[in-house]
């Protein structure tokens, strides 16, 4: 069996340069691969293009890489809670590619099986629809949306197989799943990372022959962005 395990994030993220576009699971603070950000921060790669759900916080995820004015450009589905990509949007210093959120989840799964292109009917009748191709299907208009190409996809598990096999945990599955071998290259972090053979089948989420390089994370943070709690009766 192929094993796809490398020593350390160092050697996972061989081969990432200037004006790259990269992919990044997570929802928020959710599910976000730190070890790999954190990396990337050092590397103080440049000119990115990066596509996420959102930016993380200012001082914590993609917003580490925002800091640093290593981002060119982002495509996401909102600014959240994210003063500083809000800062350098309305700046002009960040070009932002807004996109519908289960659009851009379809165009990361589309890449990752290899559809070029689908139509929905998302955005039409908007400044999302700008440019592209118009189609009416059972009455209804829908518009044309490439899938994404992406040099490296970055995504983060609860734990993995040195062949490369993935379970997520909870809702931090959310846009891990489909960014797995949607780009050229996929780099797993995972938060344990167990012998090929170890997992149940039945649990997988993502086949190991979608995943490229693969390594065992530390210290991950998990921040909470807001916790509410019921009042103590």
């Known amino acids: 069996m192929i094993s796809r395990k490398v020593n350390n994030v160092q050697e996972a993220l061989e081969g990432i ?14 599910g976000i691969p730190e070890n790999s950000i954190a990396q990337l921060v050092k590397l103080n790669t440049k000119e990115l293009t990066c596509i996420s759900n959102n930016a993380g ?24 809670e994210n003063a500083e990509f809000e800062r350098q949007m309305l700046s002009g210093e960040l070009d932002v590619e807004l996109t519908p959120q289960g659009t851009l989840a379809e165009k990361c ?12 009917p998302a955005g039409y009748g908007t400044e999302v629809a700008e440019g592209k191709e ?9 518009i044309l949306e490439l899938a994404y190409k992406a040099d ?13 096999n993935l379970i997520f945990k909870g809702t931090a599955r959310n846009f891990n799943a489909c960014m797995a071998g949607a780009a050229k290259i996929t780099i797993a972090e ?25 390594f065992q994370g530390e210290k991950f943070e ?9 009042k103590k009766e």
């Open 190 to 214: 995972v938060e344990e990372l167990v012998p090929a053979g170890t997992l149940d089948p039945n649990e997988i989420h993502i086949p190991g022959i979608m995943v490229n390089r693969i």
């Open 57 to 80: 916080v200012d001082d914590f995820g993609l917003g580490l890489l925002l800091q640093k004015k290593q981002i060119k450009k982002m495509i996401s589905s909102y600014v959240g």
């Open 152 to 164: 490296f996809s970055i995504v983060k598990a609860w734990k993995g197989d040195e062949a490369g």
């Open 109 to 120: 799964r589309a890449a990752q099986a290899g559809i070029p292109a689908f139509f929905t």
């Open 134 to 142: 118009v189609r009416e299907f059972d009455g209804k208009k829908h």
């Open 17 to 30: 340069q200037d004006k790259m576009t990269i992919m990044l699971g997570g929802f928020g603070l959710c």
């Open 222 to 230: 998990k921040r909470i962005e807001q916790r509410t709690t019921r």
